[in-house]
């Protein structure tokens, strides 16, 4: 007896479990970024509808504190790295939650967002017109 037949006969007697296969779960293209300040984590999250609506905060799962949306985009810091987070939340209260910022409407660059806290002053001064009203 071959081995594909000694499989097929195991698998028809249900002694070979197989691994059942993977459904995709229908939602959304893409997940959004959930920040804490205070525990300074960030969190991915799925919703099933479309992304205009998903809220802009909910509950961080670690600490219960509040979690602000800051979008596909954002790259959370290291833990560790407390002038990162600074700059972080200096952004988001002036309300830069690191959506993309076009200049030009007939093309696809963006301007990047600031790598230090001085230049995220200046950059919330030049860019003021694209910030977002939202309140920590």
């Given at each position: 007896m071959n081995k594909q037949l000694r499989m097929a006969?195991?698998?028809?007697?249900?002694?070979?479990?197989?691994?059942?296969p993977q459904v995709k779960v229908l939602g959304a293209e893409y997940a959004m970024s959930f920040v804490c300040f205070t525990c300074k984590t960030s969190n991915m999250r799925h919703f099933d509808e479309s992304p205009c609506d998903?809220?802009?905060?909910?509950?961080c799962p670690v600490c219960k504190d509040l979690t602000f949306n800051l979008g596909r985009y954002f790259k959370p810091p290291k833990k560790s790295d407390s002038a990162q987070w600074n700059k972080v939340k200096f952004l988001v209260e002036h309300g830069f939650l690191f959506q993309k910022i076009r200049i030009d409407s007939n093309t696809h660059e963006s301007v990047p967002y600031p790598k230090t806290l001085a230049d995220a002053k200046e950059f919330v001064v030049k860019y003021k017109k694209w910030a977002r009203g939202i309140t920590l």
């Open positions: 006969l195991r698998r028809d007697a249900e002694l070979r479990n197989l691994p059942k998903y809220p802009d905060t909910m509950e």
